[in-house]
């Protein structure tokens, strides 16, 4: 597969059919980013489980912390990597030693590691590199538009209001 480019049914499909997201690399820093795409993908319903060995027992977000991937109680339909490039590599393979074996790696922005990618292929999974499910997941519900960003989405579909004050989409909106 190439990982220039992802048509938009590939990343709707992954993010309508992930349930459940092991998020390598998390950080109880409210202003990091792995904390605040954990956060969104949590409002967003997805079981997020965050995974970072140096505040394994502790909380994020109300979410137990494990040390590894190996430590995660249940089946993972996605394994998000917020490390570098170089990290990727041995956190793929871990990933592929699970049983079940998740569906998904996904690798955040700027991070890509051809060679893992190619082992997690090999094995049937599908992988996203270079890409942020947040982003993503806004691009495609159109809640990023409101946020006055292009997302080459159009629609004339009036958005629901979440309840809070602020427009919450969903990928999930028949027709989309």
């Not at 480019?5 to 820093?29: C, H, M, P, Q, W």
């Not at 795409?37 to 502790?58: C, E, H, I, M, S």
């Not at 159009?154 to 969903?170: D, I």
């Amino acid at each position: 597969m190439s990982h220039e480019f992802y048509d938009d049914a590939l990343i709707r499909r992954i993010l309508r059919e992930t349930k459940r997201i092991a998020l390598v690399g998390a950080s109880a820093n409210e202003a990091r980013p792995s904390w605040i795409v954990t956060k969104y993908l949590l409002d967003r319903g997805y079981d997020v489980v965050p995974v970072n060995p140096g505040l394994a027992g502790q909380t994020i977000l109300g979410k137990t912390v494990y040390a590894s991937l190996k430590d995660i109680p249940g089946p993972i339909d996605m394994v998000e990597i917020f490390r570098n490039s170089e990290a990727a590599g041995p956190i793929t393979g871990e990933a592929l030693a699970l049983d079940p074996l998740p569906k998904v790696i996904w690798m955040q922005l700027s991070v890509r590691n051809d060679e893992a990618a190619a082992r997690a292929e090999a094995k049937g999974l599908t992988v996203i590199m270079n890409r942020c499910p947040k982003i993503e997941y806004g691009r495609l519900s159109g809640e990023i538009g409101w946020q006055g960003i292009n997302s080459r989405i159009l629609s004339a579909k009036k958005p629901a209001l979440a309840g809070k004050g602020f427009q919450k989409l969903t990928i999930n909106r028949p027709g989309t």
